[in-house]
């Protein structure tokens, strides 16, 4: 009791603090687990400020970032509940609900932007379907950059991997870890240093932008760009909340949702490469896979593929024969 009580008070107080907003303003509050260094956090502050301006203040978006609210496991039923209007999440971390909220962790499945795009174009329709069953409803979606693996030697195949307690946040990540005779470790963003420092972890897989936000040169010396997968944030509303606001209101919303997502992809390439290049300015050696060591990447990665294929059932081959076509569309 204590606790929801807590929450309250702090959803009444910031709503309060927005005073530059009319008085009249319809005040939602959006959830975050990034802070406000993320990217993904910059581009979330930009989309409410967008909406802000678009509705001439009649729609005031106050963003919560680094889990100042609600943790990040507690974001999507918090939203769903109306808790909170709005949120964001690693798209991944939703796993367990549906294996379709999986895919864009598949390794070798999307290593690229541009697939990446198609991959999110081809699972939107899914995926709106799915939250709209429960009441949401999906507003844009912006990935990480390609994600590589860190450890403090030189990476050159997989044998390597026998015993070694790598950080893994999502439930692909574990069976790729373990696939790989790795033993997985699941640990929050804001945790890897502590991680490392007591041992509990000896390498991880993620982005460039987490290595560098995490100051990982202080644990790790190697970067392998392996190019895994790209996966995503979504930024997801009440369906509720947002039905209630007027048509130009909502208009509003989408226009803003549509340039948050454009915009955010770029930043997510134009992050990638700050962050590699801050890496190397620390003494980060970032290398390529080896022939031999992508063979073996790639072979851990199938056999996820035709796992989770089998799990997803008749959606998943919808989705992979539409992100198919849509590559088969880029190259014409």
């Given amino acids: 009791m204590p606790n929801r009580v807590f929450s309250l008070c702090m959803l009444a ?25 993320s990217f993904h956090t910059q581009n979330t502050k930009a989309f409410a400020e967008d909406v802000a301006a678009a509705t001439d203040g009649k729609l005031a978006i106050n963003v919560h970032s680094g889990g100042s609210l609600i ?40 290593t690229s932007y541009q697939d990446a795009f198609d991959l999110w174009q081809a699972s939107k329709p899914i995926i709106t379907e799915l939250f709209a ?49 790795g033993i997985p470790t699941q640990t929050e963003e804001a945790d890897i240093p502590t991680a490392f420092s007591t041992g509990r972890v000896d390498a991880m897989i993620t982005s460039v932008s987490t290595g560098n936000s995490m100051s990982a040169w202080d644990y790790v010396s190697n970067y392998n760009d392996a190019k895994l997968w790209l996966p995503k944030n979504i930024v997801f ?50 290398s390529q ?33 539409r992100y198919r076509e849509r590559q088969a569309q880029q190259s014409q």
């Avoid at 009440?238 to 208009?251: E, G, H, M, W, Y």
């Avoid at 060591?293 to 989705?319: I, P, S, T, V």
């Fill in 237 to 286: 509303v009440n369906k509720r909340a947002f039905d209630r606001l007027d048509a130009d209101t909502r208009q509003a919303v989408l226009d803003a949702a549509a340039k948050a997502e454009q915009r955010g992809w770029m930043m997510s390439k134009a992050d990638a490469a700050k962050s590699a290049k801050a890496l190397e300015a620390h003494g980060i050696t970032i």
């Fill in 71 to 110: 943790s990040h496991a507690e974001i999507k039923p918090s939203v769903r509940r109306g808790t909170v209007q709005a949120g964001e999440v690693f798209l991944s971390i939703l796993s367990n609900e549906s294996p379709i909220y999986e895919v864009d962790t598949l390794p070798g499945l999307a």
């Fill in 133 to 181: 069953k429960e009441g949401l409803m999906p507003l844009y979606a912006v990935p990480w950059p390609a994600q590589g693996i860190y450890t403090d030697f030189t990476l050159t195949d997989a044998s390597q991997f026998q015993g070694l307690r790598v950080r893994a946040p999502n439930i692909n990540t574990q069976r790729f870890v373990e696939n790989l005779g």
């Fill in 13 to 37: 107080t910031a709503g309060a603090l927005s005073l530059s907003t009319p008085a009249f303003a319809e005040q939602w509050n959006l959830a975050t687990p990034y802070g406000d260094a």
């Fill in 289 to 321: 896979p080896s022939d031999k060591l992508q063979q073996e990447l790639k072979a851990a990665g199938q056999q996820l593929f035709e796992d989770w294929q089998a799990r997803a059932g008749d959606q998943a081959k919808e989705l992979v024969t």
